[in-house]
């Protein structure tokens, strides 16, 4: 649905041919059993890196991040 709408499409999977149809080129991570969510976080990271800096803001500096200071 999405991608009739037009909008860019960044599939992350162990088995490309989940994305058929979907996007030409996948990002494909090894299948590692129940480990392999935890080898797509990394290409995850980059990519919002990489949007964040296109985008002007600085990942380094969130907003609305309130200090919390406690004094025992």
């Not at 080129?25 to 392999?36: A, E």
């Amino acid at each position: 649905e999405v991608k009739a709408r037009g909008a860019d499409v960044i599939v992350i999977t162990d088995k490309a041919g989940l994305a058929d149809g979907i996007d030409d080129k996948p990002i494909v991570i090894p299948s590692n059993g129940p480990m392999t969510a935890l080898g797509a976080v990394m290409p995850i990271q980059l990519i919002a890196y990489e949007l964040a800096m296109l985008r002007g803001i600085n990942p380094d500096t969130p907003r609305n991040l309130a200090k919390a200071v406690t004094v025992d």
